[in-house]
């Protein structure tokens, strides 16, 4: 069965330092994956997905992670966090081998704390 | 564009009543997902529904229905409440089913006395 873990449940790391958020997946296939954030009281926002092709993906905020089929692992990096960036953070596969996107298993998510 | 809207916001009930939560998708967005989330299960998903059909369900008892209007719009039941629905209920919707952006509403905080 898919899943998704993420060892770390709470980060705290101080402004302006590196952040690097671990996903592990299990998946019998070409994963689609993604990495969410939520703010307290609010919905996910999406800030990078993967589908194929370049491993190193790009997203919003600053954000980029990296698909390591080896390693089954598709990990959040940021250079220089910022206090907005304090959140819970979410990675997901596509549960439909078909690659839908609407049937999400998420981890547990990592809440990143920042320090000034 | 107006984004993933959800009514109500919040919601309390009591043990044995039902509810019903709806979601609005962002114009011209045909796929809608439900999600559950608690704090100690996480993100579950709960449905999924594309042109009025649903495609994929997840793993919750037959007490949680939905459906998807020609509109769009999407509602999903609970019937005969019990303490462990109290959650957020997320709804999400797409363009398509595969590889566009899947953008969130703000969710239902729903509270179960």
């Known amino acids: 069965a898919q899943s998704v873990t993420q060892p770390d449940i709470h980060i705290t790391v101080s402004e302006g330092a590196s952040l690097e958020l671990r996903c592990n997946y299990s998946?019998?296939?070409?994963?689609?994956l993604f990495w969410y954030v939520q703010s307290p009281g609010q919905g996910l926002q999406l800030l990078l997905k993967y589908f194929s092709g370049d491993t190193l993906v790009q997203g919003i905020k600053g954000f980029e992670a990296e698909f390591k089929r080896s390693q089954s692992s598709f990990n959040l990096r940021k250079p220089s966090v910022h206090w907005s960036d304090a959140a819970e953070y979410f990675c997901?596969?596509?549960?439909?081998?078909?690659?839908?996107?609407?049937?999400?298993?998420f981890g547990k998510g990592t809440k990143l704390s920042v320090k000034p | 564009k107006a984004g993933v809207t959800q009514t109500p916001r919040y919601l309390i009930k009591t043990r044995g009543q039902q509810v019903t939560l709806s979601c609005s998708p962002i114009?011209?967005?045909?796929?809608v997902s439900w999600y559950q989330q608690t704090p100690g299960q996480g993100l579950q998903f709960l449905f999924e529904y594309f042109s009025e059909t649903q495609r994929n369900k997840g793993n919750f008892p037959g007490r949680f229905s939905g459906r998807q209007f020609s509109n769009s719009r999407s509602e999903m039941n609970v019937s005969t409440l019990e303490l462990g629905d109290s959650a957020l209920y997320l709804c999400a919707s797409s363009s398509t089913m595969r590889t566009e952006t899947q953008y969130f509403g703000p969710g239902t905080r729903l509270l179960v006395l």
């Open positions: 114009s011209g967005h045909r796929s």
């Open positions: 998946y019998g296939a070409t994963p689609y």
């Open positions: 997901a596969v596509g549960a439909d081998y078909g690659g839908s996107q609407g049937n999400l298993i």
